[in-house]
């Protein structure tokens, strides 16, 4: 997929993309995320990406940022989506019935950044402990000393 | 710390034998005693077993100089390690019980079952996900037992120290007896930690 290829693929079919080259993948796409189930699944389906390798979330304190990373196995390419959700509510539909490996993913987008996922068929830590509170990725987050820490342990 | 002060061993005697009187079936007279033999074979139960058995033969003076002096030496000299590798410090801990630092011509001998074992040397970092896991290999455990906190890790939290997943020492957990400074220790570390906590026991009193 060379070049202007995957734009004019795409934008026909979805007018409110951005495609824009970058690097040795097939582009980067951002888009917003109303129409994010439709655009994979034209991704994995008409475009043939069907692996999605990577889900992950940066804060950018007024908006959140969730990237995408797919790989086509037939035209051995990466290509990049991203699109960006307001702080004030971080929902997005979860990619679970397009791509099951964004299950974990989307867990861990959750638990570090707050990325709200909806219908998610189990959203739950990951690799924070049961009970844990924050979203320790944010940048509103404060790491801190831990002096008189209170150490709870939920009964096993 | 509530589990860790539920865990202490208690001494359970056993119960009276039930007689005729208080059941209607049919029962027999006999305690199930070989039950009772097992239960005092254990550790915890050597010190008053071999008071008893001893205590018409020496006095209270003897008794003193010879039974905890040879429980002490018999515990430090076959101090078993649990064999559980958390982070960098368990290449240093592996290396430790290789051919060059052989910690095995010490009694000390890594067991893969927290049952086997009277040591438990934390080994890395100690993050809040796996601290319950920690505990419960502390508590299956049989008494006496010992913690080792290896590294800076184990012992303060380390670099990790103002983390978000991270304990800030071990000692937040479970009762430590010796501290190891090093980012990682090397094995002659380890090892002197494992001699001074040999020298612990063998000063134990109670």
């Not at chain 2, 078993?80 to 019980?97: K, M, Q, R, S, T």
Request: with cysteine; charged share 25%; hydrophobic share 40%.
């Amino acid at each position: 997929m060379e070049g202007e290829e995957l734009s004019r693929r795409l934008v026909g079919k979805f007018p409110a993309v951005v495609v824009e080259p970058f690097r040795e993948t097939a582009g980067r796409v951002r888009f917003p995320p109303e129409i994010l189930l439709d655009l994979f699944r034209e991704m994995r389906d008409g475009l043939g990406f069907d692996h999605l390798g990577q889900v992950g979330a940066i804060d950018w304190v007024e908006e959140r940022e969730v990237f995408y990373t797919l790989w086509s196995d037939r035209e051995k390419q990466y290509v990049f989506l991203s699109t960006r959700v307001p702080a004030s509510a971080p929902h997005l539909e979860s990619l679970t019935p397009v791509f099951s490996s964004a299950n974990w993913h989307e867990r861990e987008a959750w638990e570090l950044v707050g990325i709200e996922f909806d219908h998610h068929p189990d959203l739950r830590p990951l690799l924070t402990p049961t009970g844990y509170e924050f979203h320790p990725l944010l940048r509103s987050f404060q790491l801190h000393e831990p002096e008189g820490l209170e150490v709870k342990v939920r009964d096993v | 710390m509530g589990r860790l002060s539920a865990a202490k061993p208690v001494l359970t005697t056993p119960a009276a034998a039930p007689t005729a009187e208080d059941s209607p079936l049919p029962m027999a007279t006999e305690p199930a005693v070989p039950f009772i033999e097992i239960e005092t074979l254990r550790a915890r139960e050597f010190l008053p077993a071999a008071k008893e058995a001893l205590g018409s033969l020496l006095s209270e003076q003897a008794q003193g100089k010879l039974i905890r002096p040879m429980f002490n030496w018999a515990g430090r000299n076959s101090l078993f390690p649990l064999h559980w590798g958390l982070a960098c410090c368990a290449i240093e801990f592996a290396a430790a019980f290789g051919a060059r630092w052989d910690a095995e011509r010490f009694g000390v001998v890594p067991r893969s079952s927290p049952r086997q074992c009277d040591l438990l040397i934390v080994n890395g970092t100690v993050t809040w996900k796996v601290a319950h896991k920690l505990i419960t290999l502390y508590e299956q455990m049989p008494e006496p037992k010992w913690v080792i906190a290896m590294g800076n890790c184990a012992t303060g939290g380390g670099p990790f120290r103002t983390a978000y997943s991270v304990v800030p020492g071990v000692d937040k957990l479970v009762p430590v007896d010796v501290y190891i400074a090093g980012c990682p220790p090397r094995p002659e570390a380890l090892l002197d930690g494992i001699l001074r906590l040999e020298q612990l026991i063998k000063e134990r009193k109670e």
